[in-house]
Structures are given as C-alpha cells and as structure tokens.
C-alpha cells in the first residue's frame, strides 16, 4: 500500500501548488489528476476564484467527511534540490507540501482505491492564504455529516482541541516634527505605538493562568512595525501588525476590544484583517461538550488521541458550523513550512492504514 501512496504523493508534488501566488486551475491541473483517480466517486471540481478550488468527492453513503488542502506555501533558496520533485530517503520523503499536507491526500485518494467503502472527500486549494472559500462553500450547503477529519500534520493523532487565531492592522498619527523639541508623548506615532506594545505585552502575561484542554495562557505575536522618517523627526505615521491565538474558552471579540482600549490616544485604525475561531468552537460549556463529542468520535473509530496543539486549522471552521470535527493527519508540524520539507513513510503507511479502516468500515 505505501508504494501506491509514495506514486500517489510524487505526482501531487509535482503540481505546483503554491500559495502564492495560487495560480491554481480547476481543470488540467492537481484537481484534474485527483478526478482522474476517483472514477467510482460522484465528484464535483468548484472554481471559488482567486485560484481557490475545491473538489467534492462521494461514494455512497459515508458518514465521515474527509477534508485536506492541497495549496502550500512557497518554497526558499533553502531548498537543497527542486521542491516538486520528490525524493526518496531511507525512511522519509522530501518535496514541498509532503508533509503540509499532499501525503494524506495521496493516502486518500491509494486507501480509496484499496477498499471499497463509503467515503466522502474534500480537497481544497485556499487554507495556507488563510482564506477559506471551499470550506465556505461547501459550509452553505448543509450536508450533514457525523463528523469532519480534517488532516493536518499531527503525528497521526487525532487533535481535538486547538487556538482560535486574530490578526489585525493597527495605524497610529503624529505630527511631524523636530526631534529636539519637547516631545508630547501623543506626538509621535511610533512612540504611541510602542508604548501599545508594552501595555499589550502586560495583559498578555496576566492571562498566563487561563487553561483549556491542556493549553495554557494567550499566544501574542507583534509581527511588523514600520513608520516614521528619520532619527531626528517626530514621526507622523506608523503602522503595527500583530496577531493572537486564544484559548477555545476565550472571547476573541473581548479581547480585541482590551486591545483596541490600551492605546493611547485612541489608534488612528484598528481592524482585524483575519480570525479564525477556535476548536470546538463555543462557549466554555459548549467547547467541552463538543470536545467530548469528537473524543468518542476518535475512540470508536480507533484512532490515538493526543494533545491540544497551538496551530491554527480549518477544522475550527467545521466546529462553528455545528459539525463535529477533530485534526488528524502524518507528518510533525515542526516540518512544515520548512525547507526540504518531509514526511516520514511510517507515518504515511500508518495514516493510510486507519483511513483504509474507516472507509472499509462504513457502520463504525
């Protein structure tokens, strides 16, 4: 079976899906070659736009629904050989989105060919731009499902817990100046902003107590300051990029309120450019209890449970809209995104192995 996935996978790199630039056509491309694959699937291939696809694929009556995106991010200079061309080692493969995460598509698409089960995929090609439009298509359909896998590299272990995500665009106003000059601390926009800084830092660190699910505290990140003109002018303008990941149990509106609130004077913007909701998603006592939903998921479909992560993924969105979902899927988050990306061919062989189960067991 891992020969067939290891063919499967060597092909799916070869399509060059990168995002961006997400130059990515629904026909005569990866998602002609999937098709292609499933000829005893009801398949449907979507062009959302933007090079976001998605393809729908159904044989009989599944209760599972399997989804896997097949975007990755770009390749770097780091690369030590061709990134779509994958290459074989002793007990891994190499090739950019081998482990985030072509490898369980190849494992869907060989386990699908292997047994014949009801099964129920969907492939995507807009999660690494963060912008969901397959899932948020196929969300507004309805179709019910008893649960949602979503593969992502978890060390194939089902996750059933992990942060919500928030980015947002802050702008600050001055006014030009002389550096000399007695300095208003409103005066400077960097000044604004880095003071913001410093009070955000302190309520991130007294939330370090708050828990769910094993993970702990609030994950904080100022990713991108830029503004002023020169030393020794009073800077007119600065811009702040940050993001945060909070807990499930966390209020993510809340907090961009207590984060809006700390600067002073009042930031020129302020604007939430991207969020992601958190798995489960809900309140505190509707988070457990779908939690505790997926758990008996995985234990009668037979699958190890592991902990909590802090990476976000598309899973959270199939939570929000009432479906029970978990994330499991080959491979170490610590090698995606990373130059000579890889998966190793246990982790491949043992994916395929339980998604094979599954399928062949349409009643568990």
């Not at 080692?89 to 089960?117: F, N, S």
């Not at 208003?184 to 926009?189: L, T």
């Not at 880095?194 to 370090?208: E, T």
Request: net charge negative.
């Amino acid at each position: 079976m891992l020969e067939h996935v290891l063919s499967h996978l060597e092909a799916l790199v070869s399509f060059d899906t990168r995002n961006p630039p997400r130059r990515i056509a629904a026909e005569g491309s990866i998602f002609g070659y999937l098709r292609a694959q499933l000829p005893d699937f009801q398949v449907e291939v979507n062009d959302h736009g933007a090079g976001a696809v998605s393809l729908y694929a159904v044989r009989g009556t599944p209760k599972y629904l399997f989804n896997v995106h097949l975007d990755t991010v770009p390749d770097s200079p780091a690369w030590s050989a061709d990134p779509h061309r994958m290459r074989r080692l002793d007990d891994r493969v190499v090739g950019l989105g081998v482990c985030d995460i072509k490898g369980a598509a190849a494992a869907l698409v060989t386990a699908a060919q292997r047994v014949q089960g009801d099964a129920a995929f969907l492939f995507t090609s807009d999660e690494e731009a963060n912008d969901p439009r397959g899932v948020a298509a196929f969300l507004a359909r309805g179709i019910p499902y008893d649960a949602v896998i979503v593969a992502e590299p978890t060390m194939g272990q089902a996750v059933l817990a992990h942060r919500g995500i928030s980015s947002v665009l802050m702008r600050f106003k001055g006014k030009a100046g002389h550096a000399s000059a007695a300095l208003d601390p409103s005066a400077s926009a960097l000044h604004q902003a880095i003071g913001w800084g410093s009070r955000a830092l302190q309520h991130v660190q007294s939330l370090a107590h708050e828990r769910f699910g094993g993970l702990t505290g609030l994950r904080f990140n100022i990713g991108r300051v830029e503004g002023g003109i020169k030393a020794n002018v009073i800077a007119p303008d600065a811009e702040l990029r940050f993001n945060f990941r909070p807990l499930p149990s966390m209020d993510i509106d809340g907090l961009l309120d207590t984060f809006a609130g700390l600067a002073e004077p009042a930031a020129a913007e302020f604007a939430e450019t991207f969020r992601g909701p958190s798995l489960p998603s809900g309140d505190v006592a509707r988070a457990e209890e779908r939690r505790l939903a997926a758990r008996d998921v995985a234990d009668a479909l037979g699958l190890p449970v592991g902990n909590a992560v802090d990476f976000w993924t598309e899973a959270s969105l199939f939570s929000a809209a009432g479906y029970t979902a978990m994330v499991f899927g080959p491979g170490d988050i610590a090698q995606a995104h990373t130059a000579d990306e890889w998966v190793s061919l246990q982790q491949l062989q043992n994916y395929t192995e339980h998604v094979a189960r599954i399928i062949g067991h349409a009643d568990a």
